[in-house]
């Protein structure tokens, strides 16, 4: 059969193809092949129809001898390759030049750049008969770039909450362009996404920017909410910005996708790189978030505390709430590197309060051993058994995500009225809630290495004319990937994982897990079955 190549052509041999017309194969009306001189030598290359969803129809395809393409019925899948857009998809004339990181000392050993072919596994942990599976572009620059200094005016904005490193970001992402490409303009949005159309913006120079890493917070300020795709790019166009910076959390990335989408619409040449930024870890596909680290590092401070506070008396308990939404990381990590903490509670594992195997006969237990104990507990654990007390209406915040009901006050209350009322015991609870705090403090030196390099990896993204892209490391590789990747899930801690495996032989808690016939409204019995029948993955 013909395979009908399309008029617009991706660089660095990447080549798009449609099938013609006169073809019938189910549902498929369009199909494209990703096709990468490096990688066609195997004989093998995937075909992908871009579905609405991430549910997409994979086949096999073999290259016959005179270099035409044979498909083969619906298969297994060998490589993938997850790409990213490019500026000239819709500006097929579109310039190149010399990267002048040529003529650098720093990069002009041989193999600094990032060469066409170079790919990053999503899994590297295989099996013999295992396809190859996804990959991403490896980030990195590239010999080719799509700008020149002198036209470049690039923009930096920071939206959602805080988190440790911000300001590392947006100083790296400034001193970057400055000393590796030469760029001059760069300005600061301030307030988020609404300072685009509602404030002015300030100069960013890496003389202004020297210091702002020492700091928490963001030199730029921050939101939630505010986007309004069609302001922002009248805005981007009016003044004549060309790269666009995006430091946020998923909110804030699909937001970014939506600018890409519009940017892309009006045939701007308008690069737009997103640097995800939560510190609860819950971005999926990279291998953590930045400001993670250094959240694990000051938690340790706050379950320290808690721990002093209950050993000097009698029967203490203490609770500490840590951040996360809806993913437990920061709580396992902080207690599996506390070595101080007697039970962690997450959201991904249900527990129950009351009867045999629940967390106030664990409780009890420890406090007959050992006459104190310390619970570290994430926000968004048991929000089952707050919302019906409280008669919670689910309500949002201006990013669109639900409001966490405080289960750190309502479990202190359950555990002090328990003990009080019904086993007549004295407890002292004590209770601390350290988010803010954590939230406040400057970036660590593990995060402050990592900041750079998303910065660096954006930067050198831009210049050589990807766009719609995040950042972020694959198996400690930094690798390119496509915003909706990373938006289209939550990370959260799998319980078949081998690290919450460990969390439980360090607490030496129970797992808290009901009969499924006893099972509450909202507890997830797969999840209970999967335990159950547990097992323990790599991680």
């Not at 096999?60 to 393409?69: F, V």
């Not at 939560?278 to 959240?295: E, L, Q």
Request: a positive charge; aromatic letters at 8%.
């Amino acid at each position: 059969m013909e395979i009908a190549r399309s008029s617009r052509t991706r660089p660095y041999s990447l080549t798009s193809y449609s099938i013609p017309s006169s073809f019938h194969w189910n549902n498929f009306d369009s199909i494209y092949i990703a096709n990468i001189s490096k990688f066609t030598r195997r004989k093998k290359i995937v075909l992908k129809r871009p579905l609405n969803s991430r549910q997409d129809c994979l086949i096999r395809a073999n290259l016959s001898n005179d270099g035409g393409i044979a498909v083969d019925k619906e298969g297994n899948d060998d490589f993938i390759l997850e790409d990213i857009p490019h500026l000239t998809d819709h500006l097929p004339n579109l310039m190149w030049y010399t990267n002048p990181l040529k003529n650098s000392q720093a990069y002009a050993i041989k193999k600094t750049f990032v060469g066409p072919d170079d790919v990053v596994a999503q899994r590297i942990v295989v099996q013999k008969d295992s396809p190859r599976g996804i990959h991403f572009r490896r980030a990195g620059p590239r010999e080719k770039v799509y700008f020149t200094p002198e036209e470049v005016r690039a923009c930096v904005v920071t939206c959602g909450g805080l988190c440790p490193g911000i300001n590392t970001v947006i100083r790296e992402i400034v001193c970057g362009l400055n000393y590796m490409y030469g760029v001059d303009d760069i300005l600061g949005i301030q307030g988020g996404y609404r300072g685009f159309y509602s404030k002015n913006t300030i100069q960013l120079t890496p003389k202004s920017v020297n210091d702002i890493h020492k700091r928490g917070g963001t030199l730029l300020q921050t939101s939630r909410g505010g986007h309004d795709t069609s302001k922002i790019v009248d805005n981007i166009q009016d003044r004549k910005i060309n790269q666009v910076y995006i430091i946020g959390g998923d909110g804030t990335q699909k937001g970014a996708a939506s600018i890409f989408k519009e940017v892309e619409r009006r045939g701007l040449k308008v690069a737009v790189a997103g640097i995800p930024k939560t510190i609860d870890n819950d971005i999926a596909v990279i291998d953590k978030s930045f400001g993670f680290d250094t959240a694990v590092e000051e938690a340790q401070r706050a379950i320290n505390a808690a721990h002093v506070e209950v050993e000097s008396i009698e029967n203490g308990v203490g609770i500490v709430k840590l951040m996360g939404r809806y993913s437990g990381f920061i709580a396992m990590h902080a207690t599996l590197a506390s070595r101080d903490v007697d039970c962690c509670l997450i959201p991904e594992s249900p527990f129950y309060l009351e009867g045999r195997g629940g967390l106030f006969e664990y409780v009890e237990q420890r406090l007959k051993e050992n006459k104190h104990m310390v619970i570290v507990l994430a926000e968004g654990a048991g929000q089952e058994y707050v919302a019906p007390s409280l008669h919670a209406v689910g309500e949002k915040d201006a990013s669109g995500n639900r409001l966490l009901l405080d289960i750190g006050l309502w479990l202190t209350q359950k555990i002090k009225d328990h003990f009080t009322n019904v086993r007549k015991m004295e407890i002292n609870m004590k209770y601390i809630d350290p988010t803010y705090m954590i939230r406040a403090v400057p970036s660590n030196a593990s995060d402050n290495i990592y900041c750079t390099l998303l910065a660096h990896s954006a930067v050198h993204g831009a210049m050589a004319g990807y766009t719609g892209f995040t950042v972020g490391p694959v198996n400690s590789r930094h690798s390119y990937i496509p915003i909706s990747r990373v938006t289209e899930t939550q990370n959260t801690v799998k319980l078949t994982d081998r690290m919450w495996a460990r969390l439980l032989t360090s607490t030496n808690q129970p797992n808290f897990l009901p009969n499924p016939e006893v099972l509450l409204d909202g507890v997830n019995k797969q999840v209970i079955d999967d335990i159950n029948n547990l097992k323990i993955t790599s991680s």
